[in-house]
């Protein structure tokens, strides 16, 4: 039952923008604190963005001031708006609570696909 769908991702020009959007389903949305991640060939998933159940938000150094995070608990949806994209931004990004969803038995780790976001000229 427990799912996280994002979308949103795509082929930009470095300095354009985007927005990604992820639905959550079979968690309890509103209590969590949610975060949006990425990695990068040969690199380990970085945590970019996130916020809280209460509406806090913090960046990683390498996007702040670029990019916002927000969250629909009415809907269990989070977003992150992409602006002044830099091909160093170039990752699969995925949303995920934080720290990251654990399910089963025994529990692990529940990440969805992904979206691709590709800043190239």
């Known amino acids: 039952q427990v799912q996280l769908v994002e979308s949103g991702g795509g082929l930009v020009q470095p300095g354009g923008s985007l927005r990604l959007s992820c639905a959550a389903s079979?968690?309890?949305?509103?209590?969590?604190?949610m975060g949006w991640y990425r990695q990068a060939p040969g690199k380990q998933r970085e945590l970019v963005a996130r916020?809280?159940?209460?509406?806090?938000?913090n960046y990683a150094d390498s996007v702040k001031g670029r990019f916002t995070i927000s969250r629909d608990d009415a809907k269990n949806t989070v977003a992150l708006q992409m602006n002044s994209l830099k091909p160093e931004d170039t990752a699969v990004y995925y949303c995920?609570?934080?720290?990251?969803?654990?399910?089963?038995?025994?529990?692990?780790?529940?990440w969805g696909q992904g979206t691709q976001v590709t800043v190239s000229s």
């Open positions: 995920n609570t934080d720290p990251p969803l654990r399910v089963g038995s025994p529990r692990y780790e529940y």
């Open positions: 079979g968690i309890i949305f509103s209590i969590k604190s």
């Open positions: 916020i809280t159940s209460g509406g806090n938000t």
